[in-house]
Antibody, heavy 120, light 108 residues
Framework: EVQLVESGGGLVQPGGSLRLSCAASGFTFSSYEMNWVRQAPGKGLEWVSYISSSGSTIYYADSVKGRFTISRDNAKNSLYLQMNSLRAEDTAVYYC?????????????WGQGTMVTVSS | DIQMTQSPSTLSASVGDRVTITCRASQSISSWLAWYQQKPGKAPKLLIYKASSLESGVPSRFSGSGSGTEFTLTISSLQPDDFATYYCQQYNSYAGWTFGQGTKVEIK
């Protein structure tokens, strides 16, 4: 079964750090680009970051640029998001999402999400 | 950045109704548009990609159309399982995938 499973969320104080992980299974992870998308409580979806299949190309939303770092380990079939200098407005469910090849890069597979709460 | 505007924000409808949701892009995105369905506490689910291509396993009552800056998602006959929030997403360029603000389809 094709699956993405996020972990690493939790409660962190403003200014703190957290590292999210996304474990992929059921497909050739190294062949796919990957993304992080977040959703604040009661709000819509916001794209956060993109990484190419090799890890050589990376993009960030302006709202997280300079604070978040996306990375991947193709040998471990894993995607990561290092989040530093966290703010209250970063509170959200964070999803990893796969752009499908047949779906011409629309996000065909999503994880279940991991909740990040930034609060003192 | 490309902005995506959905309308309406909320839609009240009955089972069996034909429902249409509109998504407008601030600049042309060709046909690089997807539609997702999200239910409370769940991850989004891909319905439509490339503006009008139906994702495998999605019921044929869902359809998408449009190109350039104006797009629509149509549900031909609303079913109880379709009450959810729907999002459009542009993926025209690599440097920013943008979602619409969402349309909540409620029971009338």
């Amino acid at each position: 079964e094709v699956q993405l499973v996020e972990s690493g969320g939790g409660l962190v104080q403003p200014g703190g750090s957290l590292r999210l992980s996304c474990a992929a299974s059921g497909f050739t992870f190294s062949s796919y680009e990957m993304n992080w998308v977040r959703q604040a409580p009661g709000k819509g979806l916001e794209w956060v970051s993109y990484i190419s299949s090799s890890g050589s190309t990376i993009y960030y939303a302006d709202s997280v640029k300079g604070r978040f770092t996306i990375s991947r380990d193709n040998a471990k079939n894993s995607l990561y998001l290092q989040m530093n200098s966290l703010r209250a407005e970063d509170t959200a469910v964070y999803y990893c999402a796969r752009p499908g090849l047949q779906q011409l890069r629309a996000f065909d597979i999503w994880g279940q999400g991991t909740m990040v709460t930034v609060s003192s | 950045d490309i902005q995506m505007t959905q309308s309406p924000s909320t839609l009240s409808a009955s089972v069996g109704d034909r429902v249409t949701i509109t998504c407008r892009a601030s600049q042309s995105i060709s046909s690089w548009l997807a539609w997702y369905q999200q239910k409370p506490g769940k991850a989004p689910k891909l319905l439509i990609y490339k503006a009008s291509s139906l994702e495998s396993g999605v019921p044929s009552r869902f359809s998408g159309s449009g190109s350039g800056t104006e797009f629509t998602l149509t549900i031909s006959s609303l079913q109880p399982d379709d009450f959810a929030t729907y999002y459009c997403q542009q993926y025209n360029s690599y440097a920013g995938w943008t979602f619409g603000q969402g349309t909540k389809v409620e029971i009338k």
